[in-house]
Each structure stands twice: as C-alpha cells, then as structure tokens.
C-alpha cells in the first residue's frame, strides 16, 4: 500500500501494477482490490493490472485483455472474457 501512496502522490493518469497481490493474505487481497477500485474510481486513474488471480482481476476489470506466451489471446469486457473457452479453462477452472 504504501508503493500505491507513493506512486499517487504525482496524480498520474496511468497507475501500473504488476502483481501485486503476490504472497499477500486473503484478507489484505480483498482490501487491497478495493483500494485500487477507489483510486481507479476517485482519482479517474486509469489502472493497468497484470495478475495472475484471473477471476478477481476480470471481476475488478472494466476492460480486459488476457495474454498466454507474450500473445494476446482474448479482449473485452469482464462478462465477455468469462464466456471465453480457452480462459475458463485455462485460468477460471471451469469446463473441466
């Protein structure tokens, strides 16, 4: 959290946020996804999120792309890329 302060101070357009989520406790996840939802939200900061937690991220997302081997495999909206076989599959555990 205190990265996300210090990278706000300068009110940036773009906030990048690579992983951020990694070895955090369930708990602080959820905290932390909220706070990002704020800054994105309040701030009008746009959010660019790489996260390997694929149903928090396309739920928290207003748009999303999903990349598999440095390629991007699907684009759109959160309902949109739940409805994507290979990213149910692949990253959401259904159609298994």
Known sequence: MVAIGRGMISRPRILLLDEPYLGLARKLVEEYFETISCINREESTTVLL???????????????????????????????????????????????
Request: no cysteine; proline share 2%.
């Open 50 to 96: 790489i996260e390997q937690n694929a149903v928090k991220a396309i739920s928290t997302a207003d748009h999303g792309y999903v990349l598999q081997k440095g390629r991007i495999i699907a684009e759109g909206k959160p309902k949109q890329l739940m409805t994507v076989e290979v990213i149910q599959k692949a990253y959401l555990r259904l159609g298994r």
